[in-house]
């Protein structure tokens, strides 16, 4: 079965066309990081013109490097949300054209279930499993015990991890995204601030992550203020200790209690090698794995994963009344 998947939730525009929900034949991906880099962060308006200006190159690249003819694809597997509604209409616009037109059976999906689906490519699902979903929207621990079932058993209250990241790779004047940044200085760094640990010992899967960059950001300012001398390094290495040593032991709580056979990290800062580190070193009784870095952000590749997925189990698929939701759940 050829499933492809199309992803246009942020601010990159791509598609994809994968083989039983295990084979890429092609993942076309256009960023759009250079032009919001700018402008420090993604800004909405400026993210969905992109998308409109990209999309059918992607498409066309997607389907030419594949070997295929949109004649031969089975099913199209488009986000559906959550993510900025301007971005993920065009995306779902464009899908539900190529449905039409071909006549192929389009379904919607949880941009977090294609996280979650990345893994899938290299390894197997197999259940009961756990996932630590890591993005720049998300944080959370999801427990399935088969596919496409996801019990959402603890998440963040306040700032996801990547959105943490980035805001503190502003501060300390790393361009956008700063995420992969402070990875790359922590490596050079030293925990040298001993920084909070947010609810590390509450014994539930919750996070927080804002008190904790907001104890950075304070940190950093009376540095400053104070000229004394610091190195951006120790403030990333700290940084990064503390949020990983959070999710390193909520996962190892939460795979222990829920007794899974594989935990699975996804998200955008599933590419944190800090992260891939700790989470090797210290859960050792369950296996751990982790998308291939091309799949840790957003691309259409793991839509098309979950689409199968979804497919398999529902046995349906929508029909061209759907839309775009902003804040679609996880079902
Ligand atoms: O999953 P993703 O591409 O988009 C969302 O669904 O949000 O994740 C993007 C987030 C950004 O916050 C980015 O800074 C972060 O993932 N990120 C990282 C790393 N690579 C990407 N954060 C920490 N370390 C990294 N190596
Ligand atoms: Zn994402």
Same mark, same amino acid.
């Given at each position: 079965?050829?499933?492809?998947?199309v992803?246009s939730s942020?601010?990159?525009?791509?598609?994809?066309?994968?083989?039983?929900?295990?084979?890429?034949?092609?993942?076309?991906?256009?960023?759009?990081?250079? +032009?919001?880099?700018?402008?420090?962060?993604?800004?909405?308006?400026?993210?969905s013109?992109?998308h409109?200006?990209?999309?059918?190159?992607?498409?066309?690249?997607?389907?030419?490097?594949?070997?295929?003819?949109?004649?031969?694809?089975?099913?199209?597997?488009v986000t559906a949300g959550p993510g900025l509604i301007g971005s993920l209409l065009i995306g779902v616009a464009a899908a539900k054209?190529?449905?039409?037109?071909?006549?192929?059976?389009?379904?919607g +999906?949880?941009h977090?279930?294609?996280?979650?689906?990345?893994?899938?490519?290299?390894?197997?699902?197999?259940?009961?499993?756990?996932?630590?979903? /890591?993005?720049?929207?998300?944080?959370?621990?999801?427990?399935?015990?088969?596919?496409?079932?996801? *019990?959402? +058993?603890?998440?963040?209250?306040?700032?996801?991890?990547?959105?943490?990241?980035?805001?503190?790779?502003?501060?300390?004047?790393?361009?956008?995204?700063?995420?992969?940044?402070?990875?790359?200085?922590?490596?050079?760094? =030293?925990?040298?601030? =001993?920084?909070?640990?947010?609810?590390?010992?509450?014994?539930?899967?919750?996070?927080?992550?804002?008190?904790?960059?907001?104890?950075?950001?304070?940190?950093?300012?009376?540095?400053? *203020?104070?000229?004394?001398? &610091?190195?951006?390094?120790?403030?990333?290495?700290?940084?990064?200790?503390?949020?990983?040593?959070?999710?390193?032991?909520?996962? =190892?709580?939460?795979?222990?209690?829920?007794?899974?056979?594989?935990?699975? /990290?996804?998200?955008?800062?599933?590419?944190?090698?800090?992260?891939?580190?700790?989470?090797?070193?210290?859960?050792?009784?369950?296996?751990?794995? &982790?998308?291939?870095?091309?799949?840790?952000?957003?691309?259409?590749?793991?839509?098309?994963?979950?689409?199968?997925? =979804?497919?398999?189990?529902?046995?349906?698929?929508?029909?061209?009344?759907i839309n775009g939701d902003s804040r679609l759940?996880?079902?």
């Amino acid at each position: 079965m050829i499933v492809m998947g199309v992803e246009s939730s942020c601010d990159e525009t791509s598609v994809a066309l994968v083989k039983d929900g295990k084979t890429v034949l092609s993942n076309a991906v256009l960023s759009q990081i250079d +032009i919001h880099r700018e402008y420090g962060g993604v800004v909405p308006e400026i993210a969905s013109r992109e998308h409109v200006k990209g999309i059918s190159l992607v498409f066309d690249q997607a389907v030419k490097r594949a070997g295929i003819a949109f004649s031969d694809i089975d099913l199209i597997a488009v986000t559906a949300g959550p993510g900025l509604i301007g971005s993920l209409l065009i995306g779902v616009a464009a899908a539900k054209v190529i449905a039409m037109n071909f006549d192929i059976p389009i379904i919607g +999906i949880h941009h977090i279930a294609g996280h979650i689906y990345a893994n899938n490519i290299e390894h197997d699902l197999e259940f009961p499993c756990l996932a630590l979903v /890591v993005s720049g929207g998300h944080t959370q621990l999801i427990v399935m015990k088969g596919h496409y079932d996801f *019990q959402i +058993i603890g998440e963040t209250a306040d700032d996801a991890v990547g959105e943490a990241y980035d805001k503190i790779a502003r501060v300390l004047g790393l361009p956008y995204p700063g995420g992969p940044l402070v990875d790359k200085k922590a490596a050079l760094g =030293k925990d040298l601030y =001993k920084l909070p640990r947010p609810l590390i010992d509450s014994g539930d899967f919750q996070f927080s992550f804002s008190g904790l960059k907001s104890h950075v950001i304070n940190l950093h300012h009376n540095m400053v *203020q104070r000229q004394e001398p &610091f190195a951006v390094e120790d403030i990333c290495a700290s940084f990064q200790e503390a949020v990983t040593d959070v999710l390193v032991k909520k996962t =190892k709580e939460a795979a222990h209690r829920y007794a899974v056979k594989q935990v699975i /990290v996804a998200g955008g800062v599933a590419a944190n090698k800090g992260l891939r580190a700790k989470m090797t070193r210290e859960i050792t009784d369950v296996p751990v794995y &982790f998308p291939g870095m091309a799949y840790c952000t957003d691309n259409a590749a793991m839509i098309a994963v979950a689409g199968y997925f =979804k497919f398999q189990k529902t046995g349906k698929a929508d029909d061209y009344a759907i839309n775009g939701d902003s804040r679609l759940e996880l079902k």
